[in-house]
């Protein structure tokens, strides 16, 4: 007896991830100080008080976690995206340290919008993208950012 699988409504291949962003499991791949997108839902937000303002954000997306740094002055000007941010997309610096690899932040986008279309399930052979920094074929698009 065969017995097919059941697909969910939205696959990983349907994730709207932003253009050149880097999956979480693509983090070893560029070198130390190189420039990347990481995009991911904030499942962490620490702001230690012995951390001099430093917050640590760690991102997950379908293929893992990311550990972001944001240094006091970047807090200050993407602040509002830093607290409230649901889904976050994250330009920065790679930074690798005791086994531990880190974004240390240069920019911070809330995208949190695009998660109601991943909920709705109406992302998936959409003719109209209802967000602008999204690209038509949302397979893992490791490119770095230049």
Same mark, same amino acid.
């Given at each position: *007896?065969?017995v097919?699988? #059941?697909? +969910?409504?939205?696959?990983?291949?349907?994730? +709207?991830r932003?253009?050149?962003?880097? +999956?979480? =499991?693509?983090l070893? $791949?560029?070198p130390?100080?190189?420039?990347?997108?990481?995009?991911?839902l904030?499942?962490?937000?620490?702001? +230690? @008080?012995t951390?001099?303002g430093?917050?640590?954000? %760690?991102l997950e $997306?379908? %293929? !893992?976690?990311?550990?972001v #740094?944001?240094?006091?002055? /970047?807090?200050?000007?993407?602040?509002?995206?830093? /607290?409230?941010?649901?889904?976050?997309?994250v %330009? @920065?610096? *790679?930074?690798?340290?005791?086994?531990v %690899?880190h974004?240390?932040?240069?920019? /911070?986008? $809330?995208?949190?919008?695009m998660? $109601?279309?991943?909920?709705? !399930?109406?992302?998936? @052979?959409?003719t109209?993208?209802?967000? =602008?920094?999204?690209?038509?074929d949302f @397979?893992?698009?490791?490119?770095?950012?230049e």
């Amino acid at each position: *007896m065969l017995v097919a699988p #059941v697909r +969910p409504t939205v696959s990983n291949r349907d994730w +709207p991830r932003p253009p050149a962003c880097l +999956p979480a =499991k693509r983090l070893d $791949d560029p070198p130390e100080g190189a420039r990347v997108a990481v995009a991911g839902l904030v499942i962490l937000r620490q702001r +230690p @008080g012995t951390a001099k303002g430093v917050i640590f954000l %760690t991102l997950e $997306d379908e %293929t !893992g976690i990311v550990n972001v #740094v944001v240094w006091r002055a /970047i807090y200050e000007r993407f602040r509002r995206a830093v /607290i409230s941010g649901r889904l976050l997309r994250v %330009t @920065g610096r *790679m930074q690798r340290a005791h086994s531990v %690899t880190h974004v240390i932040a240069e920019e /911070i986008e $809330d995208i949190s919008e695009m998660l $109601d279309v991943l909920v709705r !399930g109406e992302y998936a @052979g959409a003719t109209e993208n209802p967000c =602008k920094t999204l690209k038509s074929d949302f @397979g893992h698009i490791a490119a770095l950012v230049e």
